[in-house]
C-alpha cells in the first residue's frame, strides 16, 4: 500500500498543475464510478480522496502523490447530467486539455461500474484513451457489489465491448488492489 500518499494541489488548468517529475495517472470514468474511493482504498487512507453520496463531488483536477515516483489524478467524473451544461463544457476543456497536454502523463484507468459494464459515455473515452498514445487500463469497479455467481459472465461482456482485459476492484474488499500496484509500479 503507498501509506505515504499524500495530497498534493488541485488545480483547473495547466497554471495550477504541480511542478514535480513524478510520472501521472488519470483516473477517468463516469462521476460517482468511484475514482475517490480507489484512491482511498489503495493509499489505506479513507479521508484522502473525498467520497460523496452525490455524484459530480471531484470538481476539479487533484493531485495525489503515491510516491517520490508516482502520482494518482482524480478526474472530475464524466456523464453526470445534474450539473449545467456550462459548466460541463467547461470540466471537459479541463479534463481534455489535462490529458492531451500533459507531458509527464503516462497512463490513464478508465473506471467502469462492474455491476453495469460500459456505457456510451465509457466506451467513447476508451477509444478516446487507445488512440491518445498512453497506456490505458480498464478497471470494474465496486466488484463486490456484483453477485459471485455472475462475475465469470460480467467480466467476459467487459471485456468483450472494451475488447482489452478488465481489472475487477473493490474499495471495499480491496480486491484488485495487488494488482492495480503492480500496474502502476511497472509504469516507473
Ligand atoms: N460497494 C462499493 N461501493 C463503492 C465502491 N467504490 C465506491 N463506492 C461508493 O460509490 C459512491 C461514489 O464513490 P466515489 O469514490 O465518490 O466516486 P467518484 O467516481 O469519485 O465520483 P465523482 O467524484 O462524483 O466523480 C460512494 O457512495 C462510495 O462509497 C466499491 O468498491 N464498493
Ligand atoms: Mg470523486
Same mark, same amino acid.
Given at each position: 500500500?503507498?501509506?505515504?500518499?499524500?495530497?498534493?494541489?488541485?488545480?483547473?488548468?495547466?497554471?495550477? @498543475?504541480?511542478?514535480?517529475?513524478? $510520472?501521472?495517472?488519470? /483516473? !477517468?470514468?463516469? %462521476?460517482?464510478?468511484?475514482?475517490?474511493? /480507489? +484512491?482511498?482504498?489503495?493509499?489505506?487512507?479513507?479521508? /484522502? !480522496?473525498?467520497?460523496?453520496?452525490?455524484?459530480?463531488? $471531484?470538481?476539479?483536477?487533484?493531485? @495525489? !502523490?503515491?510516491? &517520490?515516483?508516482?502520482?494518482?489524478? &482524480?478526474?472530475?467524473? @464524466?456523464?453526470?447530467a445534474e450539473v449545467p451544461h456550462r459548466v460541463?463544457?467547461?470540466?471537459?476543456?479541463? +479534463?481534455?486539455?489535462?490529458?492531451?497536454?500533459?507531458?509527464?502523463?503516462?497512463? +490513464?484507468?478508465?473506471?467502469? &461500474?462492474?455491476?453495469?459494464?460500459?456505457?456510451? =459515455? =465509457?466506451?467513447?473515452?476508451?477509444?478516446? +484513451?487507445?488512440?491518445?498514445?498512453?497506456?490505458?487500463?480498464?478497471?470494474?469497479?465496486?466488484? &463486490?457489489?456484483?453477485?459471485? %455467481?455472475?462475475?465469470?459472465?460480467?467480466?467476459?461482456?467487459?471485456?468483450?465491448?472494451?475488447?482489452?482485459?478488465?481489472?475487477?476492484?473493490?474499495?471495499?474488499?480491496?480486491e484488485g488492489k495487488q494488482g492495480l500496484m503492480?500496474?502502476?509500479?511497472?509504469?516507473?
Amino acid at each position: 500500500m503507498f501509506r505515504q500518499a499524500r495530497f498534493l494541489t488541485s488545480a483547473t488548468g495547466p497554471e495550477g @498543475y504541480p511542478v514535480h517529475r513524478r $510520472t501521472e495517472v488519470a /483516473l !477517468a470514468g463516469r %462521476s460517482n464510478v468511484g475514482k475517490s474511493s /480507489l +484512491i482511498n482504498a489503495l493509499t489505506g487512507k479513507k479521508g /484522502l !480522496a473525498k467520497v460523496a453520496k452525490r455524484p459530480g463531488r $471531484t470538481q476539479t483536477l487533484n493531485f @495525489y !502523490a503515491l510516491t &517520490d515516483s508516482l502520482c494518482l489524478v &482524480d478526474l472530475p467524473g @464524466y456523464g453526470f447530467a445534474e450539473v449545467p451544461h456550462r459548466v460541463r463544457a467547461g470540466w471537459a476543456r479541463m +479534463i481534455e486539455g489535462y490529458l492531451t497536454g500533459r507531458d509527464q502523463l503516462k497512463a +490513464i484507468l478508465l473506471l467502469v &461500474d462492474g455491476r453495469h459494464g460500459p456505457t456510451g =459515455d =465509457d466506451l467513447e473515452m476508451w477509444e478516446w +484513451i487507445k488512440a491518445s498514445g498512453r497506456s490505458g487500463l480498464a478497471v470494474a469497479t465496486k466488484w &463486490d457489489k456484483v453477485k459471485k %455467481s455472475l462475475r465469470v459472465k460480467r467480466m467476459k461482456e467487459m471485456e468483450a465491448a472494451l475488447a482489452a482485459p478488465v481489472l475487477p476492484f473493490s474499495a471495499v474488499t480491496s480486491e484488485g488492489k495487488q494488482g492495480l500496484m503492480s500496474f502502476l509500479l511497472s509504469l516507473v
